[in-house]
């Protein structure tokens, strides 16, 4: 993901997040040098993943995909994309924050091999105050 795709980035992070990210906070990430990237078919975007790694750790901060693509194996094939990335550049557990209220979130990292390994309290905005974050890790090594 390059700067010049962050106005459709932002097309279909509002359509897909009820407390979206800025298009600073990509921009942001970009910058710091985090792992970033853009799923396009045939040249339209169907979603992206951001990623930071650091200290044999890699944290999966973003994964989306558009509705219209949903349900046929795209944030499957960007997670494991993003895995492999990591585990190259020496990673040796990836960890990621989810909604309780988004279950087939849940159970794609499930699916993916993650564990449910902590919960941060009241770590989201949410429409009836704050929601925990379930913390999830997969580990890397062989
Ligand atoms: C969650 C999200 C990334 C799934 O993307 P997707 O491309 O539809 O997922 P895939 O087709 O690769 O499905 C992989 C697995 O995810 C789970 N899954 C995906 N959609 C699901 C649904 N509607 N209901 C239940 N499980 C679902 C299943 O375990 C699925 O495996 P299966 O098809 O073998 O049952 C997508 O819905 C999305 O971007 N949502 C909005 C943003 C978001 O919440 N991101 C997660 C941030 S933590």
């Excluded at 097309?11 to 600073?24: H, K, L, R, S």
């Excluded at 895995?83 to 924050?97: I, S, V």
């Excluded at 429409?127 to 997969?138: F, P, Q, S, T």
Aim: with cysteine; proline share 4%.
């Amino acid at each position: 993901m390059q700067t010049s795709d962050l106005v459709e980035v932002m097309v279909i992070e509002n359509a897909n997040y009820d407390f979206p990210w800025t298009q600073g906070i990509f921009k942001d990430c970009i910058k710091a040098g985090y792992t970033l990237r853009a799923l396009r078919l045939e040249g339209t975007l169907v979603g992206y993943g951001v990623m930071q790694i650091g200290a044999n750790e890699a944290h999966i901060l973003n994964l989306c995909i558009d509705k219209p693509y949903s349900r046929q194996g795209y944030a499957r094939f960007l997670l494991a994309l993003l895995l492999d990335l990591a585990q190259r550049a020496g990673a040796h557990t990836a960890f990621l924050e989810a909604r309780p209220s988004v279950p087939r979130a849940i159970s794609l990292y499930q699916r993916a091999g993650f564990n449910e390994v902590g919960l941060r309290p009241d770590y989201y905005d949410s429409h009836n105050g704050r929601e925990d974050a379930i913390v999830m890790a997969k580990s890397l090594t062989p």
